[in-house]
Nanobody, 117 residues
Framework: QVQLVESGGGLVQPGGSLRLSCAAS????????MGWYRQAPGKQRELVTT???????NYADSVKGRFTISRDNAKNTVYLQMNSLKPEDTAVYYC???????????WGQGTQVTVSS
């Protein structure tokens, strides 16, 4: 059974930082592209960042220079360090694991991030 479990969300003031974690089980973690997506109220889910099996990151323009994705294959965990947070970063953040070759795509349950003073 595949599970992606996010943690680390919460309430933070503008300009603050949060670190999200996503622990994966039931998959060969190192073979999956990992990503973070977010969905704000009334909006579609959007890509925030992905990291390849080789560790190469890709970022949405809106978070470049502020967010950093990383992965620890030994711990089956992907992280999202979020700095200089803005109110517009408020959303539910979802962890994603994708293997195009196998045709597999998995989602976590989401964690709420709220940026407000």
């Amino acid at each position: 059974q595949v599970q992606l479990v996010e943690s680390g969300g919460g309430l933070v003031q503008p300009g603050g930082s949060l670190r999200l974690s996503c622990a994966a089980s039931g998959v060969t973690f190192s073979r999956y592209v990992m990503g973070w997506y977010r969905q704000a109220p009334g909006k579609q889910r959007e890509l925030v960042t992905t990291i390849t099996t080789g560790g190469g990151p890709n970022y949405a323009d809106s978070v470049k220079g502020r967010f950093t994705i990383s992965r620890d294959n030994a711990k089956n965990t992907v992280y999202l360090q979020m700095n200089s947070l803005k109110p517009e970063d408020t959303a539910v953040y979802y962890c994603n694991a994708r293997n195009i070759v196998l045709g597999m795509n998995y989602w976590g349950q989401g964690t709420q991030v709220t940026v407000s003073s």
